[in-house]
C-alpha cells in the first residue's frame, strides 16, 4: 500500500518514463470517489487515518524544492505527474495547483511534461475541465463500458454513469488520452466487454489510448493480469483502425 508524500519520486512509470509525483491527498490516507477492486494503494476503509489535503502553498514549496534539487543533480524528469493516494482533482485547490506547477515547470524542467491521471469523474466541473485542458497528458480513466461493470470494478461512490462521462470525454475533442485496466475475471475483459468499451473508444478518439494490466498487490485478492500479447489481441481492430495504443503489461 503506498502513502506519498506531497511531492516524490522522480520514479520510474511503465507509461511516463522518470516521473516526479505529487499527490493532493493526505500524506498517511487516502481518498477517493472510487474504490477499485485493483488499487495499488489499497481499500477506501483503510486509508481514513489522515484527511489533511495540501493547500496550494504546501505544494508550491514541496515541489519548487523538489525541482531545484534534482536540476541540482542533473537528475531526469520526463513527466511531473499527478497521482498520488486517491483522486487527485477532489483537492479543492485542484486548478490553482495546476497553474503553479506548469509555471515551475517552465523554470526547472521546461521539456518536461505535465501529466494528470484521473478517473475523469470531475471533469465536468468546469474548473477541473479548464485545469485538465492546460496539461500536457490529461490521462482520463474509463476501465468499463456499463455502468454495472463499473460498480464491479471500480465500485464508485454516489452516482456514476458512464455516458455522462463520455459525453464530458467529448468536450477534449480527441486532445486527452484514455486509460483502461484489462483484467481477467467475472464480469469484466469478456468478449461483449471489450466489443462494448471499443465502440466507445471510437466514438471518442483519443489521441493516445493506454490499456494496462495489474503490476502490484491488489486489495482484492485473485485478481488475473493480461499478458501484452493477450492484450494486443483484443485491442487488434483499434490497431488496424489507426488509433495509437500503447500496451502496458
Same mark, same amino acid.
Given at each position: 500500500?503506498?502513502?506519498?508524500?506531497?511531492?516524490? =519520486?522522480?520514479?520510474?512509470?511503465?507509461?511516463?518514463?522518470?516521473?516526479?509525483?505529487? $499527490?493532493?491527498? /493526505?500524506?498517511?490516507?487516502?481518498?477517493?470517489?472510487?474504490?477499485?477492486?485493483?488499487?495499488?494503494?489499497?481499500?477506501?476503509?483503510? =486509508?481514513?487515518?489522515?484527511?489533511?489535503? /495540501?493547500?496550494?502553498?504546501?505544494?508550491?514549496?514541496?515541489?519548487? #524544492?523538489?525541482?531545484?534539487?534534482?536540476?541540482?543533480?542533473?537528475?531526469? &524528469?520526463?513527466? &511531473? #505527474?499527478?497521482?498520488?493516494?486517491?483522486?487527485? #482533482?477532489?483537492?479543492?485547490?485542484?486548478?490553482? &495547483?495546476?497553474?503553479?506547477?506548469?509555471?515551475?515547470?517552465?523554470?526547472?524542467?521546461?521539456?518536461?511534461?505535465?501529466?494528470?491521471?484521473? $478517473?475523469?469523474?470531475?471533469?465536468?466541473?468546469?474548473?477541473?475541465?479548464?485545469?485538465?485542458?492546460?496539461?500536457? $497528458? +490529461?490521462?482520463?480513466?474509463?476501465?468499463?463500458?456499463?455502468?454495472?461493470? +463499473?460498480?464491479?470494478? $471500480?465500485?464508485?461512490?454516489?452516482?456514476?454513469?458512464?455516458?455522462?462521462?463520455?459525453?464530458?470525454?467529448?468536450?477534449?475533442?480527441?486532445?486527452?488520452?484514455?486509460? #483502461?485496466?484489462?483484467?481477467?475475471?467475472? =464480469?469484466? +475483459?469478456?468478449?461483449?466487454?471489450?466489443?462494448?468499451?471499443?465502440?466507445?473508444?471510437?466514438?471518442?478518439?483519443?489521441?493516445?489510448?493506454?490499456?494496462?494490466?495489474?503490476?502490484?498487490?491488489?486489495?482484492?485478492?485473485?485478481?488475473?493480469?493480461?499478458?501484452?500479447?493477450?492484450?494486443? +489481441?483484443?485491442?487488434?481492430?483499434?490497431?488496424?483502425?489507426?488509433?495509437?495504443?500503447? &500496451?502496458? =503489461?
Amino acid at each position: 500500500m503506498l502513502r506519498e508524500t506531497t511531492v516524490f =519520486g522522480p520514479i520510474f512509470s511503465r507509461r511516463l518514463g522518470s516521473s516526479l509525483g505529487i $499527490n493532493l491527498l /493526505p500524506q498517511q490516507g487516502k481518498i477517493c470517489n472510487f474504490d477499485c477492486v485493483y488499487c495499488e494503494c489499497g481499500w477506501n476503509k483503510d =486509508g481514513r487515518g489522515d484527511t489533511k489535503l /495540501p493547500s496550494a502553498a504546501d505544494v508550491r514549496l514541496a515541489l519548487q #524544492t523538489k525541482l531545484e534539487e534534482c536540476a541540482s543533480a542533473g537528475i531526469p &524528469i520526463d513527466s &511531473i #505527474t499527478f497521482s498520488g493516494d486517491g483522486e487527485p #482533482t477532489l483537492n479543492p485547490e485542484f486548478p490553482e &495547483i495546476i497553474d503553479l506547477t506548469l509555471a515551475l515547470r517552465d523554470l526547472y524542467y521546461p521539456l518536461a511534461k505535465v501529466s494528470v491521471l484521473t $478517473n475523469a469523474t470531475r471533469v465536468g466541473v468546469p474548473a477541473v475541465f479548464e485545469a485538465l485542458k492546460l496539461v500536457d $497528458n +490529461a490521462i482520463l480513466k474509463l476501465d468499463a463500458p456499463t455502468d454495472a461493470q +463499473a460498480a464491479l470494478v $471500480n465500485r464508485p461512490a454516489g452516482e456514476y454513469h458512464v455516458a455522462d462521462v463520455v459525453e464530458s470525454l467529448k468536450r477534449f475533442e480527441g486532445n486527452f488520452v484514455l486509460q #483502461t485496466m484489462f483484467l481477467k475475471g467475472p =464480469g469484466w +475483459a469478456t468478449e461483449d466487454w471489450v466489443k462494448e468499451w471499443m465502440d466507445i473508444v471510437r466514438v471518442l478518439r483519443p489521441r493516445e489510448v493506454m490499456v494496462y494490466t495489474i503490476d502490484r498487490e491488489t486489495p482484492m485478492a485473485g485478481l488475473k493480469k493480461y499478458t501484452v500479447e493477450e492484450m494486443r +489481441a483484443l485491442v487488434q481492430p483499434l490497431i488496424d483502425e489507426g488509433l495509437t495504443i500503447q &500496451i502496458k =503489461g
